[in-house]
DNA sequence: TTGTTATATGATAATAATTCTCCTTTGAAA
DNA sequence: TTTCAAAGGAGAATTATTATCATATAACAA
């Protein structure tokens, strides 16, 4: 994803473009491996050694509020990010702090159909989310 | 849920059995409405007003761990805690804190089909938990 | 019942992620 | 270039949770 692309995304939302914001937005595709706070700050220190923690965490806020991240959270308690936006589900990994995403239309169109007819009493579904938790067989 | 029966799932675990552990897993039982820590000290505290807050933490890790309780946790960073532990899915509402049970054996077996057929790669499963988000057509 | 000991509790300090405050800086529209 | 709302920086504050450690108590045995 160049930078030009970043800006874009950004300015779709009707935000200001900084040097932050395009730093901490590049930094989760990047990673791509749902990083914390302190990753993030880890990874953009190296171009931007006095952004302030408190920026990193007010970006990430305003991101996340317009839809361009999303907060993942985990049994243990710190919030972690993903820049994947289209729906999609987790493999926790039950031994690390590692977490995957997992996409499967199929099994999106077979929950659907199955709660279509079955439906929940007195709730309107909008999302569901799996939470799948297991082993990975591979080391990333 | 009696006391006596709840003095027994404690000492099954071979857990000392204490007051304040009965309190703590009775009052769960009781709210049914994954509480927080501090609903369970609000809670209890009528009836034990010396309790110290690290012993509810301490108490609620020493139940979690022996699998007499669950813990929850949500998008907002407070932990809750479910006595709940037969497998089961969580259907949260996208407006407020309300978090509900969702029961369904007819979805855990479509699930289990599903993915004993097809599997995800270099993955093994250990559990599958769904969260359903979405409005409830009811109060509480 | 009493004594013994490992374990649990209580009080309070410490921690750690996140948020707040407030002042300065900057992006972007005019 | 000017203007000013919005964003960033620094560090204090907050808040849920954990750690520490002295005291109390459950469980077991005598």
Redesign the pocket.
Same mark, same amino acid.
């Given at each position: 994803m160049k930078v030009t692309e970043i800006r874009n995304k950004i300015?779709e939302k009707g935000?200001?473009?900084?040097?932050?914001?395009i730093a901490i937005l590049e930094a989760i595709i990047k990673l791509n491996n749902h990083p914390?706070?302190e990753n993030i700050l880890d990874y953009i220190r190296d171009n931007h050694p006095?952004? =302030?923690?408190?920026?990193v965490?007010?970006?990430l806020? =305003?991101l996340a509020s317009n839809k361009l991240i999303k907060k993942v959270k985990t049994e243990r308690?710190?919030?972690r990010y993903d820049a994947v936006m289209e729906s999609h589900h987790h493999l926790y990994c039950s031994e690390s702090d590692r977490i995957e995403d997992y996409k499967d239309n199929e099994l999106n169109e077979l929950l659907e159909k199955y709660f279509e007819t079955k439906g929940i009493p007195d709730f309107q579904i909008e999302d569901i989310k799996l939470q799948i938790i297991g082993k990975f067989m591979t080391n990333r």
């Amino acid at each position: 994803m160049k930078v030009t692309e970043i800006r874009n995304k950004i300015i779709e939302k009707g935000l200001k473009v900084t040097p932050q914001r395009i730093a901490i937005l590049e930094a989760i595709i990047k990673l791509n491996n749902h990083p914390t706070a302190e990753n993030i700050l880890d990874y953009i220190r190296d171009n931007h050694p006095n952004i =302030a923690t408190a920026t990193v965490y007010k970006v990430l806020d =305003a991101l996340a509020s317009n839809k361009l991240i999303k907060k993942v959270k985990t049994e243990r308690d710190v919030m972690r990010y993903d820049a994947v936006m289209e729906s999609h589900h987790h493999l926790y990994c039950s031994e690390s702090d590692r977490i995957e995403d997992y996409k499967d239309n199929e099994l999106n169109e077979l929950l659907e159909k199955y709660f279509e007819t079955k439906g929940i009493p007195d709730f309107q579904i909008e999302d569901i989310k799996l939470q799948i938790i297991g082993k990975f067989m591979t080391n990333r």
